[in-house]
T-cell receptor, first 111, second 114 residues
């Protein structure tokens, strides 16, 4: 079955630095991959979608890469701020309308 | 984008009872999805709810335990039946904007079974 792995350890970084989160997947070749942000007590909020034929996607301070050979996506937040502290989820499609999610990586940005 | 109103936001329930979670969407959608998120775990899809037909359940989830209603294109409910402490989790409803687009989520229901 499809499997998504994200670093379960929290990532602690200093304000202003770049945060890099990793998402690895196995047993599937998704047509696209997504990243979501989840704050405590809230549902996930969509951030970025990258398609299999795209190597990189940017949105403001966010950058996502997608390496279909390595089966890996990297999610970068540049010039990080304490407000960026949250859990970030990687998700991929399984065909049709279903989406499966990784467990997420908790990011803490210290002022 | 879509706005999803989910309620209750949280509840504490006695074991053996049932809780019904409601999701209201501000637009008509064909498919709605129900997820469970246990502490520190990923979102796990429970079932897909289509209007006018029975929900499609994922492996490990059954209709008797998680009955779902989908009476129209803007509303769905999930019932967690005969609850036990193992059902303590966050339950989320979701909809998709379509293939190759993002998913939208309700704010979730934090359920604690005592």
């Amino acid at each position: 079955s499809q499997k998504i792995e994200q670093n379960s350890e929290a990532l602690n970084i200093q304000e202003g630095k770049t945060a890099t989160l990793t998402c690895n997947y196995t047993n599937y070749s998704p047509a696209y991959l997504q990243w979501y942000r989840q704050d405590p007590g809230r549902g996930p909020v969509f951030l970025l979608l990258i398609r299999e034929n795209e190597k990189e996607k940017r949105k403001e301070r966010l950058k996502v890469t997608f390496d279909t050979t390595l089966k890996q996506s990297l999610f970068h937040i540049t010039a990080s701020q304490p407000a960026d502290s949250a859990t970030y989820l990687c998700a991929l499609d399984t065909g049709g309308f279903k989406t499966i999610f990784g467990a997420g990586t908790r990011l803490f940005v210290k002022a | 984008s879509a706005v999803i109103s989910q309620k209750p936001s949280r509840d504490i329930c006695q074991r053996g009872t049932s809780l019904t979670i409601q999701c209201q969407v501000d637009s008509q959608v064909t498919m709605m999805f129900w997820y469970r998120q246990q502490p520190g775990q990923s979102l796990t899809l429970i079932a897909t709810a289509n209007q006018g037909s029975e929900a499609t359940y994922e492996s490990g989830f059954v209709i008797d335990k998680f009955p779902i209603s989908r009476p129209n294109l803007t509303f769905s409910t999930l019932t967690v039946s005969n609850m036990s402490p193992e059902d303590s989790s966050i339950y989320l409803c979701s909809l998709s904007g379509g293939q190759n687009t993002e998913a939208f989520f309700g704010q979730g229901t934090r359920l604690t079974v005592v």
